[in-house]
């Protein structure tokens, strides 16, 4: 199959468009390292684009039973760390939703339940890494602290150290190369570092007074509890987050290509918000979903697995005056959704892992994939060759630049996505968004054109009939 760069078929107009687009996009990124912090901004812009509580749309059908929904938007949060937005369109609910779905955590450090430890007259904070990592990565990086914090009291403390210029910055120390040798040259690659040091260094200065143990602990307690009101159990209920410190960059001489932490899958979850945001009614109700915990199999009361999306979907259902199981079950299997995830584009340091003719480049438009899984498609969501037609048909239509492929050769890897809960409901899903170099680093590469084209794909395939 023929593969074309984006770069070589838009406009001069376009290239403004684009370069428009991924200022905002980068803007996203900056704004939202953790899944609550891209919730939350979430909400911000659907609220300033005419989208409203499902609450509040419940309680106008109360008061006037007649009242249009039609074109009327919606959102429904969950947690804090889930969302979904949705446009209703012109035929019943029950006829089937047209779904985008995207998840907003990345790989990561999480603070461990008790993370303050004094050891050799520093304090570090123990972690639990999130995801898959290669834990090196992680190592002699600026970090900053982002998360929540829930005090004795129960009130709410939100934390984001390490962004700001006169904000302190975290790391996690490496051994330097000349003490190497025996201690860490002969690991494998990824015992290189290992989980246990993955340690935050945290403070040095210790507290003044008469000679007692842990004395720099102490002095980092102080500090917490003078500028923070924190006492050292309140960890206990917090979930704080060590996320690489910084901005995103452009990236190249042409700065055609992006560069920051959180792109999987924060790009896709952007792409489908700008898509339904500029939608007018649809024919289909139009939804995009933002999940949690898809890096850790999507288990979890936030996730896809979790009964939130079908719960949201009776309400939405019962929005309409429709009450019964059925309804719900007609709905779901007589919809259609793209799992919006990225790929992994073929690496031009590391070409040997990809099989050259299945593997997407950066900067040649929007990527579907069949099936993700491992080995022998294991775990993966194989996609059916009638609706992969139907996808492909509304990408050519509109002009979409599209490239397919695979997750490396056969048996060197693998992945996967949402795609598998989201078809266990009864859907058709495949998966497609854009393909990313150096996927789940602390600074992960993605081409300017492909967010432009994705989020031209989403608005497609949301408008198709």
């Given at each position: 199959?023929?593969?074309?760069?984006?770069?070589?078929?838009?406009?001069?107009?376009d290239?403004?468009?684009?370069?428009v687009?991924s200022?905002?996009?980068?803007?996203?990124l900056?704004?939202?390292k953790?899944?609550?912090?891209?919730?939350e901004?979430?909400?911000r812009?659907?609220i300033a684009?005419g989208?409203?509580?499902?609450?509040?749309?419940?309680?106008?059908?109360?008061?006037?039973?007649?009242?249009?929904?039609?074109?009327?938007?919606?959102?429904i949060?969950?947690?804090e760390?889930?969302?979904?937005?949705?446009?209703?369109?012109?035929?019943?609910?029950?006829?089937?939703f047209?779904?985008?779905g995207?998840?907003?955590?990345?790989?990561r450090?999480?603070?461990?339940?008790?993370?303050?430890?004094?050891?050799?007259?520093?304090?570090?904070?123990k972690?639990?890494?999130y995801?898959?990592?290669?834990?090196y990565?992680?190592?002699?990086?600026?970090?900053?602290?982002h998360?929540?914090?829930f005090?004795?009291d129960?009130?709410?403390?939100?934390?984001?150290?390490g962004e700001?210029?006169d904000?302190p910055?975290?790391?996690?120390?490496?051994?330097l190369?000349?003490?190497a040798?025996?201690?860490?040259?002969?690991?494998?690659?990824?015992?290189?570092?290992?989980?246990?040091?993955?340690?935050?260094l945290?403070?040095?200065?210790p507290?003044?007074?008469?000679?007692?143990?842990?004395?720099v602990?102490?002095?980092?307690?102080?500090?917490l509890?003078?500028?923070?009101?924190?006492?050292?159990e309140?960890?206990?209920?917090?979930?704080?987050?060590?996320?690489?410190?910084?901005?995103?960059?452009?990236?190249?001489?042409?700065?055609?290509m992006?560069g920051?932490?959180?792109?999987?899958?924060r790009?896709?979850?952007?792409?489908?918000?700008?898509?339904?945001?500029?939608?007018?009614?649809?024919?289909?109700?139009?939804l995009?979903?933002?999940?949690d915990?898809?890096?850790?199999?999507?288990e979890g009361n936030t996730?896809?697995?979790?009964?939130?999306f079908?719960?949201?979907i009776?309400?939405?259902?019962?929005?309409?005056?429709?009450h019964?199981?059925l309804?719900?079950?007609?709905?779901?299997?007589?919809?259609?959704?793209?799992?919006?995830?990225?790929?992994?584009a073929?690496?031009?340091?590391?070409?040997?892992v990809?099989?050259?003719?299945?593997?997407?480049?950066?900067?040649?438009?929007?990527?579907?994939?069949?099936y993700?899984?491992?080995?022998?498609?294991?775990?993966?969501?194989?996609?059916?060759?009638?609706?992969i037609s139907?996808?492909?048909?509304?990408?050519?239509?509109?002009g979409?630049?599209?490239?397919t492929g695979?997750m490396?050769?056969?048996?060197?890897?693998?992945?996967?996505?949402?795609a598998?809960?989201?078809?266990?409901?009864?859907?058709?899903?495949?998966d497609?968004?854009?393909?990313?170099?150096?996927?789940?680093?602390?600074?992960?590469?993605?081409?300017?054109?492909d967010?432009?084209?994705?989020?031209?794909?989403?608005?497609?395939?949301?408008?198709a009939t």
């Amino acid at each position: 199959m023929r593969r074309e760069s984006v770069w070589n078929v838009v406009t001069d107009d376009d290239r403004a468009k684009i370069e428009v687009l991924s200022m905002e996009y980068r803007k996203y990124l900056d704004a939202a390292k953790t899944e609550r912090e891209a919730v939350e901004l979430t909400e911000r812009m659907a609220i300033a684009n005419g989208f409203v509580r499902l609450e509040e749309l419940e309680r106008l059908a109360q008061e006037d039973p007649g009242i249009e929904l039609k074109g009327r938007r919606g959102y429904i949060k969950n947690k804090e760390k889930n969302i979904l937005l949705f446009i209703i369109g012109s035929r019943p609910l029950r006829d089937g939703f047209r779904m985008i779905g995207s998840h907003v955590d990345s790989p990561r450090l999480d603070l461990k339940p008790n993370p303050i430890v004094e050891k050799e007259k520093l304090t570090i904070l123990k972690t639990h890494y999130y995801g898959g990592i290669k834990k090196y990565h992680f190592a002699n990086v600026p970090l900053a602290l982002h998360g929540v914090l829930f005090r004795r009291d129960g009130s709410m403390l939100k934390i984001s150290i390490g962004e700001d210029g006169d904000d302190p910055v975290f790391t996690v120390n490496d051994l330097l190369v000349h003490l190497a040798q025996k201690e860490q040259y002969e690991r494998k690659m990824p015992e290189v570092i290992k989980g246990e040091e993955l340690n935050i260094l945290f403070s040095s200065i210790p507290e003044k007074g008469p000679s007692a143990k842990d004395k720099v602990k102490h002095m980092a307690l102080r500090i917490l509890h003078e500028r923070y009101g924190i006492e050292e159990e309140d960890f206990v209920s917090s979930e704080i987050e060590a996320v690489p410190a910084g901005k995103s960059r452009n990236v190249g001489i042409d700065s055609s290509m992006i560069g920051a932490y959180g792109q999987d899958d924060r790009i896709c979850a952007f792409s489908s918000i700008e898509a339904i945001m500029s939608l007018g009614v649809p024919e289909y109700t139009s939804l995009a979903f933002l999940a949690d915990k898809e890096e850790t199999h999507s288990e979890g009361n936030t996730a896809m697995q979790s009964n939130f999306f079908p719960w949201a979907i009776s309400r939405l259902l019962a929005l309409q005056g429709e009450h019964s199981n059925l309804s719900v079950m007609d709905a779901l299997m007589r919809s259609k959704a793209l799992s919006s995830d990225v790929g992994a584009a073929l690496n031009p340091t590391f070409p040997k892992v990809h099989e050259e003719n299945n593997a997407p480049r950066i900067g040649n438009g929007i990527y579907i994939q069949k099936y993700s899984g491992t080995r022998g498609k294991y775990e993966a969501s194989d996609a059916n060759a009638e609706f992969i037609s139907e996808v492909r048909k509304i990408f050519n239509d509109n002009g979409i630049v599209w490239q397919t492929g695979e997750m490396g050769k056969v048996d060197e890897g693998g992945g996967g996505t949402i795609a598998k809960y989201m078809a266990r409901l009864g859907m058709e899903v495949l998966d497609a968004g854009p393909a990313l170099i150096s996927m789940h680093s602390c600074f992960e590469i993605s081409s300017k054109a492909d967010l432009w084209m994705t989020v031209r794909a989403y608005r497609a395939f949301y408008e198709a009939t």
